[in-house]
């Protein structure tokens, strides 16, 4: 009954957790990583809990989530800064055919006065 409980409070806490990694100031990797590893032990130590080794399944769980986490945040952290760089190619091409434009009309206008 009290391994139980340890599984029970380290879910909680966990879970409690969740929301100050995921507002902090961290990167996309980071984050992924810090949930997994949170998630995946606390899913551990329900599980260790179940087969009576819940720091057991604790530390697996961690290792398992964590190793998860990094590699879902890293993906979604890759996808950011490629989204960025097509943002930045859009507008810089935005300008570019604003500028063509505005010397388009002008050489119009020349050729109207000649």
Known sequence: MR?????????????????????AQFTETQKGTGVGVLLGAGTGAIVGAA?????????????????????VGHELEQQQNMNYQNRRAIIS????????RREILQLQQVQSTE
């Open 51 to 71: 087969v009576h080794h819940p720091v057991a399944g604790t530390f697996i769980g961690a290792g398992i989530g964590g190793v998860g986490g990094y590699a």
């Open 93 to 100: 091409q935005q300008r570019q055919i604003e500028q063509q």
């Open 3 to 23: 391994r139980n409980w340890m599984a029970t409070i380290a879910f909680i806490s966990a879970m409690s957790a969740f929301p100050a990694v995921s507002s």
